[in-house]
């Protein structure tokens, strides 16, 4: 399925060789069936991808989307065939978003590995297999952007920002947007009080349903853009925050993470500043002071790998279009400001949120394979 109706082209040989690559070390290859459950995208991927969702149902009324990428297929993979284990897994094929100038259909493959417990060694690994199957494709002038979101969340939680802000806060840097409207405290309507606090703590998915049955009967499918889901979503967060007393970031809050969100350089001397940056601010926080050890630690693996982390640029902004990253995140492109052909992270959290007992540590990493192709 394309923009305009044509079949995307197969893989092509060399994308087989990659796959080969990451068959060799141990990453074994999966397919995930293509129609998904959507409740799981809608909950934990980003924006961008929620509004790009291809939606249908089967033959009971359950919604199932087209697959828009691969981390969760693979993570529910895992849960049926090895939950609670340690497991490596490759793919490639086709992933489906609903594009405006590209193809609505293109191939990706990528690595993930689940369970593993050595966390700044598998993030270096996984970011030395990225630019390994770069190396296997003929790609070798690129960029390397490293961002941490276990960081900024842990200096998030040093500052004491209430979870509202928090979650606002993150979304709003991930999504490139301004501070300003979360530096301020929520206001809210008195006359929309009385709902939001009726819907304060509710399942997602209900509300989500009631605000879809409330546009059905009016016969409205989006407003001003946002669906149903993106409503509920904002309805959500502003009912988190009236329930903390509408608190914003606070303007201590804010010139922290101003002066986090500014850092940008190698990655031995941003993780120095970043310490700097705490111990000026007085945080003296054990999440904060993990994060900044992991950070280091993490450094230290990328080096001994053999890679070049001086060449590589931290950069306290950067943050990947999906909620589910937790931690070490990065993206290969070609120069700065190019699309990136690589992207990945860490992602503790999701194999739970999917139903796991338990918390499994996890990173991963997909190529877009259509860029990489255009970019020879």
């Avoid at 960029?143 to 842990?154: E, K, P, S, W």
């Avoid at 802000?165 to 206001?187: E, H, W």
Wanted: aromatic share 6%; hydrophobic share 45%; with cysteine.
């Amino acid at each position: 399925m394309t923009g305009n109706g044509a079949a995307a082209p197969r893989p092509a040989a060399a994308h087989e060789a990659l796959l080969a690559l990451f068959e060799d070390r141990g990453y074994a290859r999966v397919e995930p069936p293509v129609l998904q459950p959507v409740e799981p995208f809608l909950e934990l991927s980003g924006e961008d991808i929620r509004r790009r969702i291809f939606i249908t149902q089967d033959g009971a009324g359950a919604e199932l989307c087209l697959r828009p990428e691969y981390t969760i297929p693979v993570g529910r993979h895992h849960r049926a065939v090895a939950d609670g284990q340690a497991a490596d897994y490759s793919y490639l094929g086709p992933v489906f978003r609903l594009r405006a100038a590209e193809p609505d259909e293109f191939h990706q493959a990528g690595i993930e590995s689940i369970g593993r417990t050595d966390v700044p060694a598998a993030d270096a690994e996984i970011l030395g297999l990225a630019l390994d199957g770069l190396d296997r494709l003929g790609r070798r002038d690129r960029q390397v952007r490293l961002g941490d979101m276990g960081l900024i969340t842990a200096l998030l939680d040093a500052l004491n920002v209430q979870p509202a802000a928090k979650r606002r806060t993150l979304r709003a840097v991930a999504a490139g947007r301004s501070l300003d409207a979360i530096a301020a405290p929520v206001t809210v309507d008195a006359a929309h009080a009385g709902l939001l606090s009726a819907i304060q703590g509710q399942d997602p998915q209900g509300v989500r349903a009631f605000v879809e049955d409330v546009l059905a009967i009016a016969g409205i499918s989006r407003v001003g853009g946002r669906t149903a889901g993106e409503i509920a979503e904002r309805f959500l967060a502003k009912a988190a925050a009236h329930a903390e007393g509408g608190a914003g970031l606070g303007t201590r809050a804010r010139e922290v993470l101003d002066a986090y969100l500014a850092l940008s350089g190698d990655p031995d001397a941003a993780a120095s500043a970043a310490r700097d940056l705490a111990r000026r601010a007085g945080l003296d926080d054990p999440r904060l002071e993990a994060a900044l050890a992991l950070f280091e630690e993490r450094n230290g693996f990328i080096a001994a790998r053999g890679l070049p982390l001086e060449r590589f640029v931290f950069t306290g902004s950067f943050a990947r279009n999906l909620d589910y990253y937790t931690g070490f995140i990065f993206e290969v492109a070609e120069n700065e400001g190019a699309k990136p052909l690589v992207g990945g992270g860490r992602y503790d959290g999701l194999l739970q949120h999917l139903g796991s007992r338990d918390a499994l540590p996890a990173v991963g990493c997909s190529f877009w394979l259509e860029r990489l192709e255009g970019a020879r």
